[in-house]
């Protein structure tokens, strides 16, 4: 019997060297698992729908599946604290508003995440629509005949939105400054509290989602005064926005992006923000998110960057004036 001239070290190196080109080739082979996509609200919402379908789509660009996984509460910071403190290894990925972003930070001096620091994101894919909306009993029809009915009886209208601190509550505080009126703000937790409100006629006004509010004015039972942001949601074309009743450059709606933790390599950072824009040029997407009473609006992880930088002084600025405090 032979018996073999190598040393241990070199029988080692060999295997190692056997062994180098599977290793590399698996590092590289992102994605080898399931991705998670969490959303930090309830399921039904606006933002539950878009996860759904952009996360099925874009995991079929990846070649893996995105689960989704719903982890609500305490105005998303449930949700976005895990995403934070997750590996960033490209499969744990964040769905989120601007509430995640920018209004949680102008509300807590402490959170268990940084807007900035914590995340980077892959890029935004839709825009929220938001709509200034009256009972059909109240004598208003125009965002005019509001101010001045408010001007008229100051301490008298109250307005209502999907809870406090909410996109919803500050795009109404933003609405109002701007118009030099006062109206009461009551917080309801969700849209569906506010809308059965409205509908039932015990608050004048509320400031909510198209996509909440659509059925609703289909059936004649809501009005739709304006719509804040800086164009005309695509299934209300009627509906004029704030800034062409009266008050120029006003532009104020929710968006939704894509993000995760802080420091992706470099090679999964960029493949999953080229299945993003992939993603979110697919003709059904676009079609099933205006379905929805939202607005698909991809704008790659620079501009989403630069937009969470813009809008939180503005936010810390609307809540000091506003006096808007975290519940």
Known sequence: MMKSTLSSGAMMAMALALLAPWASAH??????KPIQLVIPFPPGGATDIVGRLVGKKLGERL???????????AGTIIGAAFVAKAPADGYTLLISSGSTFTVNPALNAKLPYDPIKSFEPIGQVARVPLLVLAHPGVPVNDLKQLVAAVQRTPDKYVFGSFGNGTTAHFTGELLW???????????YKGSAPAMNDLL?????????????????LNAGKVKAIAATGA????????????????????SADSWLAIAAPKGLAADVRARLQKAL???????????????SGLEPAYEPAAAVAARIEDELPRMRAIALRANIRAE
């Not at 070649?63 to 509460?73: D, K, L, S, T």
């Not at 400054?177 to 009551?186: D, F, R, S, Y």
């Open 27 to 32: 590092a590289q082979a992102y994605p080898a």
């Open 231 to 250: 164009r005309r949601a695509t299934q209300l074309p009627n509906v004029p926005t704030v800034a062409e009743s009266g008050f120029p450059g006003f």
């Open 63 to 73: 070649g893996q599946p995105v689960v989704i996984e719903n982890r609500a509460g």
């Open 200 to 216: 039932a006629g015990q608050i004048p006004f509320t400031v909510d989602t198209v996509a909440a509010a659509l059925p609703h």
């Open 277 to 291: 824009a992939d993603t979110m040029k697919d003709a059904e997407v676009r079609d099933k998110l205006i379905a």
């Open 177 to 187: 400054g701007a118009a030099g009126i006062k109206l009461t703000h009551v917080a």
